[in-house]
């Protein structure tokens, strides 16, 4: 072998060693960054311009996992999804309250019915009169005020569901460019790892938001799909996700849909963040809402008698005039919790419950009282399918008996699929993460090359240096 084919092997060895230790140190430098995904150079035998046998490091790449990666992003649909269910459901267990702990509105009703049953003692009490209207009033400004608050939690999905489309569709942008920056460096044979790291991340943003499936076309761009099948980005090619957010919100507010390029997607979006928020705002929520309406409906109903001296209210197409509480819509109102008063003539004057419409009635209370802790029927509503007969106190219980339920099976869903998405990821970045010892390892492995390949030609200088030695 020639001096200037061993000088060209040489060379070739001591330039793969660089490129090797190159990438060794931005490992070590990465170790700790998020996403960053350890890189390679492989190294092949090439033959050298003189015939010699060299070394070549190809295109730098990532160490990548598709099926542990795949894994990790729809894990992080579930566990996003579950922890936004978890967080609103949380906040709907506060706002209603627990049985028994003087903040709910069972509790309230308790205490108005037991106000009533005192002044069915001695109806002619003021005092007694007064206290069980206060009663009502108490429990009536309670469901007005879970009724605003569930209505509240709506307007919060609504807003959360607008922000989340930004994020996806920011997100999705994202992709396409990398997309094209990626395709246009695989064809002039440039590494891409760090671009694709960049674009994972994009991608789980996504993955987050919805539910995605993603395959990798030949020049390492990908194509995102939604879980039924719609296209979101094909290579520099993107799709847009647009929502209207409503504002104010009531049991009535008729909220935007999903769409994807002009395209109604919401009833397909069942999963991540926005496919939960989605769930709570058409679903969770109002069932809620229309249970209480069957409370309140029902409460209206039992607090009637036809000689209490009350008269219309003229606040809602119901005539309230004989009722204890008033502005209830029993034909078409949605929402009647939200609107649901004691009578203003019978706020005015207690002594009603006493002054029936032909004179004293000291029956009044009492009928209340009796009505209050009896049996009536509830229509089908919400969360139960079938109609039901019982007492508005044990009705209440249930409301506040589910909601505590679903609360509880959110927090575990939630703790059991974050638990299960960090294994995952702690799972992929034992595979693709940066091993510091690892990298230590073949530091000194290529530095040892590198001095070798450096004292190769040191050794062919010495040579060529005595070879001119000669001839002069």
């Given at each position: 072998m020639g001096l200037g084919i061993g000088l060209l092997d040489a060379l070739s060895g001591l330039q793969a060693t660089q490129t090797q230790l190159q990438v060794i140190s931005a490992?070590?430098?990465?170790a700790q960054t998020p996403g960053y995904s350890e890189q390679e150079a492989i190294e092949t035998s090439?033959?050298?311009?003189?015939?010699?046998?060299?070394?070549?490091?190809?295109v730098i790449q990532r160490v990548a996992d598709q099926l542990l990666s795949s894994n990790v992003t729809q894990q992080n649909t579930a566990a996003s999804s579950a922890s936004t269910t978890n967080n609103y459901l949380q906040q709907l267990q506060?706002?209603?309250?627990?049985?028994?702990?003087?903040?709910?509105?069972?509790?309230s009703l308790n205490n108005f019915i037991s106000a009533m049953q005192t002044?069915?003692?001695?109806?002619?009490?003021?005092?007694?009169?007064?206290a069980a209207v206060d009663a009502g009033q108490q429990l009536a400004q309670q469901l007005n005020a879970f009724s605003a608050g569930i209505q509240s939690l709506r307007a919060n999905t609504d807003s959360d569901i607008a922000n989340s489309v930004t994020t996806v569709n920011s997100a999705l942008q994202t992709i396409a460019s990398l997309n094209s920056s990626i395709g246009a460096l695989h064809a002039e044979g440039q590494s891409t790892a760090t671009l694709e790291d960049q674009r994972d991340a994009a991608v789980n943003q996504v993955a987050q938001m919805i539910g995605i499936s993603s395959f990798t076309r030949s020049n390492d761009t990908i194509v995102l799909t939604t879980n039924t099948g719609q296209t979101l980005v094909d290579g520099s090619?993107?799709?847009?996700?647009?929502?209207?957010?409503?504002?104010?919100?009531?049991a009535g507010t008729p909220l935007s849909p999903v769409t994807l390029d002009g395209v109604n997607v919401t009833s397909s979006l069942k999963t991540g963040t926005i496919g939960a928020l989605l769930q709570l705002r058409d679903t969770t929520l109002p069932s809620i809402t229309a249970e209480l309406n069957q409370f309140t409906n029902n409460l209206y109903a039992a607090t009637t008698n036809a000689n209490m001296n009350t008269t219309n209210s003229g606040t809602n197409a119901t005539n309230d005039a004989n009722h204890f509480f008033a502005n209830v819509n029993i034909g078409s109102g949605l929402d009647n919790t939200s609107t649901i008063e004691v009578n203003p003539s019978l706020a005015q004057n207690p002594t009603l419950l006493y002054n029936g419409i032909s004179g004293n009635d000291p029956t009044i209370a009492s009928t209340i009282a009796n009505n209050l802790s009896s049996n009536v029927n509830f229509a089908a509503a919400g969360?139960?399918?079938a109609p039901v007969t019982t007492t508005l106190s044990a009705y209440g219980g249930q409301i506040i008996g589910q909601t505590a339920t679903a609360a509880a099976a959110a927090t575990q869903n939630n703790t059991y699929q974050s638990?299960?998405?960090?294994?995952?990821q702690n799972q992929l970045q034992s595979v693709t993460g940066v091993n510091l010892d690892k990298e230590l390892a073949n530091l000194t492995v290529y530095q040892n090359a590198y001095g070798a390949s450096a004292h190769v030609i040191a050794t062919i200088q010495t040579m060529f240096d005595a070879l001119m030695n000669i001839q002069s």
């Open positions: 490992n070590v430098a990465n090439v033959e050298t311009p003189a015939g010699g046998a060299g070394v070549d490091t190809n506060n706002l209603l309250g627990q049985v028994g702990s003087n903040n709910s509105f069972t509790d002044d069915a003692t001695t109806p002619e009490d003021p005092v007694a009169q007064s090619t993107v799709s847009q996700f647009a929502y209207t957010q409503s504002g104010t919100v009531g969360n139960f399918a638990q299960l998405q960090t294994q995952m």
